[in-house]
Nanobody, 124 residues
Framework: VQLIQSGGGSVQAGGSLRLSCEAS????????MAWFRQVPGKEREFVAG????????YYSDSVEGRFTISRDNDKQGMYLQMDSLKPEDTAEYYC??????????????????WGQGTQVTVSA
């Protein structure tokens, strides 16, 4: 499985950005998906997750109400709409996938496949 990320960039606090993750796998709908982020010197942090059909979504407390995760199985894509961005959202963002239908993992080691990462920078 190959995950290709796009989006990200730099924005002022209060602004919005959208991340995309496209998968090259025929069984995309069998995968739980998630977004993680990482800053230098810290562990990769769970941001948001979505189950195989998009019915169930999960968010970290720090982004709940500001970020929205979604997926389009027909397009083999997953997205993260980030609104009301804060300087503390600055990080490298990664999409991740694992073959799983019954749950959505929230820890990085449980994911098998990773995107290449994209930088999000929010200035005060």
């Amino acid at each position: 499985v190959q995950l290709i990320q796009s989006g990200g960039g730099s924005v002022q606090a209060g602004g919005s950005l959208r991340l995309s993750c496209e998968a090259s796998v025929r069984t995309f709908s069998s995968h739980a998906m998630a977004w993680f982020r990482q800053v230098p010197g810290k562990e990769r942090e769970f941001v948001a997750g979505i189950n195989w059909n998009g019915d169930d979504t999960y968010y970290s407390d720090s982004v709940e109400g500001r970020f929205t995760i979604s997926r389009d199985n027909d397009k083999q894509g997953m997205y993260l709409q980030m609104d009301s961005l804060k300087p503390e959202d600055t990080a490298e963002y990664y999409c991740a996938a694992v073959v799983r239908r019954l749950s959505v993992p929230i820890t990085a080691p449980e994911y098998e496949f990773w995107g290449q990462g994209t930088q999000v920078t929010v200035s005060a």
